[in-house]
T-cell receptor
């Protein structure tokens, strides 16, 4: 069974902490994505990557960075967490061309206090 | 203006009813997805469409490329269908999402 695995289901961090959210997929997908989901705003793209060491900004990259050192792993980094980054974070992956279906992880609910 | 608009935002139905959720988009697309998100956050990809119609069990998805419109239908709805349904489109290497339709099916 193919999977996108996010390292934590729930996370509580303090303002100013550096936060790492990890995502691993086992489908050999080229594309990987990080979204945040907030009530009334739907899913918003933070960053995506279409290859190892490649990254592209999404709609709301401010306050975030990403790392993709290996094809299967895509990390989202909050350099200095703030309370407005309290949200549900979802990772997804897909093939680059053809078979455009997404597979999503189960999400990480991050609370910054 | 959102590139993807869904309607309705909220929907309550009695068990057994036929349900339709609509999605309109304003960009040229290579594919449209219908996603289902259950309480607790997990998202499942239901359909990926680039033309015509697809059916899976009680779920049917249609797309009209000329009108830039897609519909998701649920026949004989059941309380376990209660979830948020999200329309998403791929345009080049960009992805756009609707804000979702929250469906509640009452026994």
């Amino acid at each position: 069974d193919v999977k996108v695995t996010q390292s934590s289901r729930y996370l509580v961090k303090r303002t100013g902490e550096k936060v790492f959210l990890e995502c691993v997929q086992d489908m050999d997908h080229e594309n990987m994505f990080w979204y945040r989901q907030d009530p009334g705003l739907g899913l918003r793209l933070i960053y995506f990557s279409y290859d190892v060491k490649m990254k592209e900004k999404g709609d709301i990259p401010e306050g975030y960075s990403v790392s993709r050192e290996k094809k299967e792993r895509f990390s989202l980094i909050l350099e200095s967490a703030s309370t407005n980054q309290t949200s549900m974070y979802l990772c997804a992956s897909s093939f680059l061309t053809g078979g455009y279906g997404y597979t999503f992880g189960s999400g990480t609910r991050l609370t910054v206090v | 203006k959102n590139e993807v608009e869904q309607s309705p935002q909220n929907l309550t139905a009695q068990e057994g009813e036929f349900i339709t959720i609509n999605c309109s988009y304003s960009v040229g697309i290579s594919a449209l997805h219908w996603l289902q998100q259950h309480p607790g956050g997990g998202i499942v990809s239901l359909f990926m469409l680039s033309s015509g119609k697809k059916k899976h069990g009680r779920l049917i998805a249609t797309i009209n490329i000329q009108e830039k419109h897609s519909s998701l239908h649920i026949t004989a709805s059941h309380p376990r269908d209660s979830a948020v349904y999200i329309c998403a489109v791929r345009s080049g290497n960009q992805f756009y999402f609707g804000t979702g339709t929250s469906l509640t099916v009452i026994p």
